[in-house]
């Protein structure tokens, strides 16, 4: 089992940066492929950005492709999401998860964080 954990998340201004990071417990981390994902009120839960157990793989949405960046450090049980150029949509409560396939499928997840809000504006 996998206890997930964010932080990082706050108010920036338009083209401003924020890194989001989620610390995992649990004996199955450094095996898990990773997930962040992000909510809006109204709106389903969307994929954001995955990558695989050993951190070669990653794979993004078009949405965020090229400003966000994922990351991994299994020796700290830590999985960061670096995002850049943040635009107002961006704006979304955000998610990490574990889970056993790599894929932007939410089905195949199966730990998931309390989620953390992300808001930017002017």
């Known amino acids: 089992q996998v206890q997930l954990v964010e932080s990082g998340g706050g108010l920036v201004q338009p083209g401003g940066s924020l890194r989001l990071s989620c610390a995992a417990s649990?004996?199955?981390?450094?095996?898990?492929?990773m997930g962040w994902f992000r909510q809006t009120p109204g709106k389903e839960r969307e994929f954001v950005a995955a990558?695989?157990?050993?951190?070669?793989?990653?794979n993004y949405a078009d949405t965020v492709k090229g400003r966000f960046t994922i990351s991994r450090d299994n020796a700290k049980n830590t999985l960061y999401l670096q995002m850049n150029s943040l635009k107002p949509e961006d704006t979304a409560v955000y998610y990490c998860?574990?889970?056993?396939?790599?894929?932007?499928?939410?089905?195949?997840?199966?730990?998931w964080g309390q989620g953390i809000q992300v808001t930017v504006s002017s």
């Open positions: 990558i695989t157990w050993s951190g070669v793989g990653t």
């Open positions: 998860a574990a889970g056993s396939r790599y894929t932007s499928r939410q089905s195949f997840y199966d730990y």
């Open positions: 649990g004996r199955t981390f450094s095996s898990s492929t």
